[in-house]
């Protein structure tokens, strides 16, 4: 047994686990990091990195498809899907040396490439150790989420673990679950040439603003993806190339591959929780607004936490826990000024209050200033004139905004910084964007909340005619 004492252990090396690492032997911690399975973790492998570089395939198809409207002749845009997964690979290849394991071992970190599971309220084995630590992290991340859905195991699917090595191009692609792994997956494969179905329990892409959401749902249907709402999947059956899904209501899908994106689960299994007096939540693990967990030595963050599930949440909550763990200083996360975005052409982003939730919260006092991209010359240029943006404003401050369209996520970048900033609607009005840029539409929503101040008030008129009549 190979006994080993340490300031900090982190269990998991993926978005959260390696921020941590990173910062804290950076700045004079003892670190060891666990990491069972791929350095880097599922925003790597298995997540954001794959799906937008199979995203980037499905772009550059569609864009020699529709090249006409810029002069440039059409063509089929024929995508060999097995070559579109090398250029997955070769992506994945090009980010991994950031989080390998030679360069957090160059950091000084202790990297053990094993599963972990605590043994006591300050220790985790290790394959053949056993680390003690001051502090320990748990960032164990989430998999796909598997619903007991009668048929299932005897019927082949794909998760999100499995569908960026597929080679074979699917005829027709079944995917259940109509969330962002499911939109961004759904409209990727129809312009890599594959039919696609859609069986979505509830409501597609349900977590935002549905007038801005069912712009995506459009775009994504006139391209020839089939959407069925309101059909929850409660029969699979089939074999490879063959195979049925039957809603709850009795409607049938046929395809030829099926993908399951119905949500996470917290990596949890694993751990023994319970032998460091751990406690679970329903979605992962028990934290309070500092992320400690019942225990109040170990800290969770990311994926396993349940909160919102995004590389950059991941990200955010490592800067939290390293302060409160190195520097003893009080940390609080808050979800308020966390923007997301899903990356489907138009792209639809996120931070802060939907308009639904800023009604309900601030009633009369909210102010809804809305831009539309046609008005954009920039996008007008590009023939990216779909979408728009919707600011939520409370007195001057905006308390959440909305955005469909091309470059929406990274539109959002401004508004999340006022979030975080608690700015002023007249600070951004301030901004001089360049002239033309899609950015030019944060400007432009900001003017839409000072226009009618402006334009259409007796007192700004009166001012103005006094001084033109009495200034010389
Ligand atoms: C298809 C898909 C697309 C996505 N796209 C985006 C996107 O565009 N933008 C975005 O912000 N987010 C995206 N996400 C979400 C993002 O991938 C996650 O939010 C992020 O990876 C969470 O980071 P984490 O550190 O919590 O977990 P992970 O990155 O999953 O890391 C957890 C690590 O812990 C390891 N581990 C688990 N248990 C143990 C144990 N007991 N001992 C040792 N190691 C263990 C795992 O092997 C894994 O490497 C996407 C997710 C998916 C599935
Ligand atoms: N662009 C991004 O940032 C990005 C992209 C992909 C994933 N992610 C992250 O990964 C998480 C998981 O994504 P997801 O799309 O798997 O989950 P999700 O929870 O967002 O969506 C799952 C969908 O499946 C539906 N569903 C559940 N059970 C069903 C059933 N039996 N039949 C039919 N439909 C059913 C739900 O109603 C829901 O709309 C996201 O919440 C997000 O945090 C982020």
């Known amino acids: 047994m190979n006994k080993i004492e340490t300031d900090v252990l982190i269990i998991g090396a993926g978005s959260g686990g390696l921020s941590v690492a990173a910062g804290a032997s950076q700045m004079g911690a003892k670190v060891v ?24 395939t499905g772009k550059a198809a569609y864009g020699q498809q529709h090249a006409a409207q810029y002069g440039v002749a059409d063509a089929p845009g024929d995508v060999d899907y097995a070559a579109a997964k090398d250029h997955v690979a070769d992506v994945i290849a090009q980010i991994a040396p950031v989080d390998s394991q030679e360069r957090f071992e160059g950091f000084g970190v202790h990297v053990i490439r094993e599963y972990g599971r605590f043994i006591s309220e300050n220790e985790v084995q290790a394959g053949d150790a056993v680390i003690k630590a001051r502090r320990i992290v748990i960032a164990t991340g989430s998999s796909p989420l598997v619903p007991p859905i009668p048929g299932l195991e005897d019927v082949p699917y794909e998760t999100n673990e499995t569908l960026f090595d597929l080679r074979d191009k699917p005829e027709h692609l079944l995917i259940i679950g109509g969330g962002p792994i499911g939109m961004e997956m759904a409209q990727a494969h129809v312009r ?21 959401a069912e712009v995506v749902l459009q775009t994504v249907r006139d391209e020839g993806v089939v959407i069925e709402e309101d059909a929850l999947a409660a029969q699979v059956s089939g074999t490879a190339g063959a195979i049925k899904v039957e809603a709850k209501d009795g409607r049938v899908f046929k395809g030829s591959h099926l993908l399951m994106a119905v949500g996470r689960k917290s990596n949890t299994d694993k751990l023994d929780l319970e032998k460091a007096r751990i406690k679970p939540s329903k979605t992962g693990i028990k934290v309070d607004d500092q992320l400690r967990t019942t225990n109040k030595k170990v800290y969770a963050i990311g994926d396993v936490a349940g909160g919102l599930q995004f590389t950059h949440v991941a990200g955010y909550h490592a800067g939290v826990i390293i302060r409160s763990m190195l520097f003893g200083l009080p940390s609080k996360a808050k979800t308020s000024h966390i923007p997301w975005a899903t990356y489907t052409d138009p792209e639809l982003a996120q931070v802060g209050l939907t308009e639904a939730q800023a009604k309900k919260k601030h009633g009369p006092a909210l102010e809804v200033v809305r831009f539309h991209y046609n008005h954009n010359d920039r996008a007008i240029a590009e023939r990216k004139t779909k979408g728009l943006i919707k600011v939520m404003v409370v007195k001057g401050r905006p308390v959440g905004a909305s955005i469909v369209g091309y470059q929406a996520g990274e539109l959002i970048n401004l508004w999340a910084l006022a979030l975080a900033n608690r700015m002023k609607m007249g600070q951004i009005a301030a901004m001089v964007a360049p002239y ?34 009495y200034i010389p």
């Open 192 to 212: 890599m040439g594959c039919k696609v179905t859609v069986i979505e329990g509830e409501k597609a892409l349900g977590k935002d603003d549905p007038e801005l």
């Open 436 to 469: 033309p840029t899609i950015g030019e539409i944060n400007k432009r929503a900001a003017g839409a909340y000072f226009g009618p101040r402006l334009f259409e008030s007796a007192l700004v008129k009166r001012v103005v005619g006094f001084v033109q009549r």
């Open 33 to 56: 990091l666990l990491e069972g399975h791929k350095m880097g973790g599922d925003c790597l492998n298995f997540g954001c990195v794959p799906s937008k570089a199979l995203i980037a």
